[in-house]
């Protein structure tokens, strides 16, 4: 068990439709990082949250939003849904977005349907 | 670009054999790091081991070791004594811009092992 945890577990959506996903970061960590995961591929970086503030992003469009609270739990929203949308959203934390190595630990993820 | 590469789809290891599972990368950025995380099939991503680009060592974490070979941009991971649990996903990662402000996080498209009995 990491600590990160991520609700819900499961969500079905239609296409259109916002969502809105959480996650709960370790004790002590105070950076998020949101990735998708497509069926069968690699994690794709989507964005990073330090300090409540966007840290880096990926290649994602900007319907995919965040936030980041002072307890430095964290949303991911993503808006106008389509059907490619689908995948495993995994958040990560870790100590500190300056530190040489920091490891980020994930949660067990959402897997969200875009029907 | 900057990007990682895991050639083997699949791999197939008898118990209690070491396996190697192959990871290359391609950066311009002198600093970063390079990780590799184990992925169930219950979908949660767990961390096993990380290398800096200036460690001069191999990093090693019990039964899993980072075979680090910077000139050829190589960071194999080495599972020795091979258990059946050992049978998932694997990722390799790589972390760049430490220390400018700006971070991205890439990973492989992963290398499915499978520990025979």
């Given at each position: 068990?990491?600590g990160v945890t991520?609700?819900?577990?499961?969500?079905?959506?239609?296409?259109?439709?916002?969502?809105?996903?959480?996650?709960?970061?370790?004790?002590?960590?105070?950076?998020?990082?949101?990735y998708q995961q497509?069926?069968?591929?690699?994690?794709?970086?989507?964005?990073?949250?330090?300090?409540?503030?966007?840290?880096?992003?990926?290649?994602?469009?900007?319907?995919?939003?965040?936030?980041?609270?002072?307890?430095?739990?964290?949303?991911?929203?993503?808006?106008?849904?389509?059907?490619?949308?689908?995948?495993?959203?995994?958040?990560?934390?870790?100590?500190?977005?300056?530190?040489?190595?920091?490891?980020?630990?994930?949660?067990?993820?959402?897997?969200?349907?875009?029907? | 670009?900057?990007?990682?590469?895991?050639?083997?789809?699949?791999?197939?290891?008898?118990?209690?054999?070491?396996?190697?599972?192959?990871?290359?990368?391609?950066?311009?950025?002198?600093?970063?790091?390079?990780?590799?995380?184990?992925?169930?099939?219950?979908?949660?991503?767990?961390?096993?081991?990380?290398?800096?680009?200036?460690?001069?060592?191999?990093?090693?974490?019990?039964?899993?070791?980072?075979?680090?070979?910077?000139?050829?941009?190589?960071?194999?991971?080495v599972i020795s004594?091979?258990?059946?649990?050992?049978?998932?996903?694997?990722?390799?990662?790589?972390?760049?811009?430490?220390?400018?402000?700006?971070?991205?996080?890439?990973?492989?498209?992963?290398?499915?092992?499978?520990?025979?009995?």
């Amino acid at each position: 068990e990491t600590g990160v945890t991520q609700s819900p577990t499961h969500l079905i959506k239609t296409r259109g439709q916002q969502v809105t996903l959480r996650c709960s970061s370790q004790s002590g960590h105070n950076t998020v990082s949101w990735y998708q995961q497509a069926l069968g591929q690699g994690p794709q970086f989507i964005f990073q949250y330090y300090r409540e503030e966007e840290n880096g992003r990926g290649n994602f469009p900007p319907r995919f939003s965040g936030l980041q609270f002072p307890n430095y739990s964290s949303e991911l929203n993503v808006n106008a849904l389509e059907l490619d949308d689908s995948a495993l959203y995994l958040c990560a934390s870790s100590r500190s977005s300056g530190a040489a190595g920091n490891i980020q630990y994930f949660g067990a993820g959402t897997r969200l349907s875009v029907l | 670009a900057q990007k990682i590469t895991q050639t083997q789809p699949g791999m197939f290891v008898q118990e209690k054999e070491a396996v190697t599972l192959d990871c290359t990368y391609d950066t311009s950025d002198p600093s970063y790091g390079l990780f590799w995380y184990k992925q169930p099939s219950s979908g949660e991503m767990i961390f096993l081991i990380y290398q800096g680009s200036y460690d001069q060592q191999n990093a090693t974490e019990g039964r899993y070791s980072l075979n680090f070979q910077k000139a050829r941009k190589s960071a194999n991971l080495v599972i020795s004594a091979s258990q059946l649990g050992d049978s998932a996903m694997y990722f390799c990662a790589m972390r760049e811009g430490i220390g400018s402000g700006t971070y991205k996080y890439i990973f492989g498209t992963g290398t499915r092992l499978k520990v025979l009995a």
